[in-house]
Structures are given as structure tokens and as C-alpha cells.
């Protein structure tokens, strides 16, 4: 929970009471690998703080899963738009490897809120964490070529390919794994 504390002091300029509140409000989930923290359909009432593992948000259709974004170590994770809604989400969360999500419930965020003004800091600081995170990869997607998309994964997650599989990372970036296969490949004769 130090990166958190950590959150709280130096970005957020909150104090010790204030991530002493929150964390009392915190339940700790213990997600296996390939279990779900939310699923489409479903009220998401919470925000998480991934204090360990990996997780994938991913919408399905006809043709089949599509990956949208990672979740790894000291990341908030949630369906965010459900979130703020209130509404179902069409999203799932699932966990890639064995992972530990502490969450704060939509009401009880909203009653510290109540409580201290301050808590806003924290509101505004995930909201604008989930704007910027989408607006990048809508961007990525209009401008950039799938290997131009792929650096820029590697540049946003360092390490990601030793914790996600070719075909998840495939999947977010829009491409087919064997598609994937030949841009590394390419990348690598290039360089």
C-alpha cells in the first residue's frame, strides 16, 4: 500500500488522516487467475487498487473477446463508466494471474466525499487517469500503425509481453497474433 500512501502525500498533497480514512473503508478481493472482478451486465460499485497481479478488460461481440485495457501493479481498476453511472456495464475484468484488488464502494467513496471536500483531489486524480488512458488509445488507433501502437504499449506498460500473452496483447492493439508475430518481426529486422 506504499504506492498509495505515496499517492496521497506527493500528488495529491492529502495527509496521513485522510488515507487513514480511506483505507478503512477499503475490502481487500483475492482474485484467482481467470476469475472475474466484474462482468458484463453488472453494476460496477466500486473503484480497486490493484496491489498485486494482472488483470484485462475486454467487451465481447459476435466475432468474439476484445481486449481494451491492462490493469497491472498499483493501478486503480474499474468499469469506470458503470461506475459513474450507475448503469451496467458492458465490459468485463478479469484477472490474468493471481491478483489482490483493495476496493472502496461507490457509497462509501461518496460519503468521504461528503465527509472532506479533499477527497475530490482523489475523484478528479482517477477520473482524470481513465480520461487520458482512453484518449490515448482512441488517438493510437486514428493515427498510428499497429506496430507504432505496439511501441507504445511497450513504452506504457514496460514489461507487459513477460505478463500478458501475444494473443491478449494482439487483441488489444486490434491486430491478429499471427499478424502481431510478423510486426515484431519486422521491428526487430528494422532495428
Do not use: W
Not at 482523489?122 to 505496439?150: H, W
Request: proline share 2%; with cysteine; net charge positive.
Amino acid at each position: 500500500m506504499e504506492p498509495l500512501i505515496t499517492l496521497f502525500r506527493d500528488k495529491l498533497g492529502l495527509d496521513e488522516d485522510h488515507f487513514v480514512m480511506f483505507s478503512s473503508q477499503l475490502k481487500i478481493k483475492n482474485l484467482k487467475k481467470k476469475k472475474h472482478l466484474i462482468t458484463e451486465g453488472s453494476v460496477c460499485k466500486f473503484i480497486g487498487f490493484v496491489s498485486s497481479g494482472t488483470l484485462r478488460s475486454y467487451v465481447r461481440n459476435s466475432e468474439g473477446e476484445f481486449n481494451n485495457d491492462f490493469y497491472f501493479d498499483n493501478d486503480f481498476v474499474s468499469a469506470y463508466t458503470s461506475f459513474l453511472t450507475q448503469m451496467p456495464t458492458n465490459c468485463n475484468i478479469e484477472a490474468l494471474t493471481d491478483s489482490t484488488v483493495h476496493c472502496i464502494s461507490y457509497e462509501k467513496l461518496n460519503q468521504l466525499i461528503e465527509q472532506d471536500s479533499a477527497f475530490l483531489k482523489l475523484s478528479k486524480y482517477i477520473s482524470d487517469t481513465y480520461f487520458i488512458r482512453k484518449c490515448k488509445r482512441e488517438t493510437s488507433f486514428l493515427k498510428q500503425s499497429a506496430a507504432e501502437r505496439l511501441e507504445g504499449l511497450s513504452t506504457l506498460y514496460p514489461g507487459i509481453e513477460q505478463r500478458v500473452s501475444q494473443y491478449h496483447i494482439a487483441s488489444y492493439l486490434g491486430v491478429k497474433p499471427e499478424s502481431l508475430s510478423r510486426i515484431k518481426l519486422l521491428t526487430y529486422i528494422n532495428k
